[in-house]
């Protein structure tokens, strides 16, 4: 991680916070099943200033993660624009977007998806290969994974390691590449209640030390009051 994201804090990070990293208007995503159209996102509008940490709250099928993936450029949109840090998604080629997702856009899961064959280090490192970076840790980085509690079990394999444990080893695998952003979707929702609040206390740390943007999906008000701003989502659209 560059110093210049972990220095991203005081001043700096307050006068960043005008500039929207992520800009949506209209977004609209309809499923064909069938003959039946499903509409996921019905208009939705949405701005986030970089370095927020924002919690995006819905029940299930409110459209929450259909949103997750349309802004992590997994999933095209039906109608609308979404525009992530300066980069317009409808303007940009399959492999342009493959690059955004490589450098720009950090995911955290709420399965882990870590490699159980691979330890801490190497699930990590695997996400420096595959973004063309150095497979090296960096001093700031080394750092990230002190404050994230996991520095000293980066050799022991996924199996070695307790549920919440492998979150936070999740969560360092997403912002290794230092991403402008980290799109976490439902990170807690496979926790017990003591592990669910220790992962959540690491985001919003993250977010304060370093200026982490993050955008967090999530049906847990619980969970979501560890963000900065609440936004809610219903029936596919942001209320």
């Known amino acids: 991680m560059s110093e210049g994201v972990m220095g991203a804090v005081g001043a700096g990070r307050v006068a960043a916070l005008a500039e929207p990293i992520i800009q949506v208007r209209g977004l609209t995503k309809i499923y ?12 939705s509008n949405l701005e986030i200033a970089r370095g ?23 999933t095209p949109p039906t109608a609308g624009t979404v ?28 399965k882990y998806n870590l490699l159980p064959t691979l330890s801490a280090e190497d699930n990590i490192k695997i996400v420096e290969y595959i973004g063309g970076r150095p497979t090296a840790f960096t001093p700031e980085f080394v750092e990230v994974l002190h404050l994230l509690g996991i520095a000293d079990r980066m050799k022991h394999k996924p ?4 549920g919440g444990q492998q979150q936070r080893v999740a969560i360092a695998r997403g912002i290794v590449n230092n991403p402008a952003i980290l799109l ?34 999530t049906h847990d008000p619980e969970a979501a009051s560890y963000a900065s701003r609440t936004v809610h ?7």
């Open 32 to 43: 064909h099943v069938g003959d039946v159209e499903v509409h996921a996102l019905r208009g």
């Open 52 to 74: 927020e940490f924002v919690a995006i709250v819905g029940a299930s099928g409110s459209g929450k993660s259909t949103l997750f993936h349309i802004l992590g450029g997994l």
């Open 83 to 110: 525009v992530i840090d300066g980069k317009d998604l409808a303007r940009m080629s399959n492999q342009e977007r493959t690059e955004l997702r490589k450098t720009t856009v950090g995911f955290v899961f709420q």
């Open 159 to 162: 199996r070695a390691l307790s």
């Open 184 to 217: 976490a979707d439902e990170p807690t929702g496979n926790l017990d209640s003591q592990n669910s609040a220790a992962v959540l206390a690491v985001l919003k740390d993250l977010n304060e030390r370093t200026g982490q943007t993050i955008l967090m999906i």
């Open 233 to 239: 989502i219903r029936d596919g659209r942001i209320v």
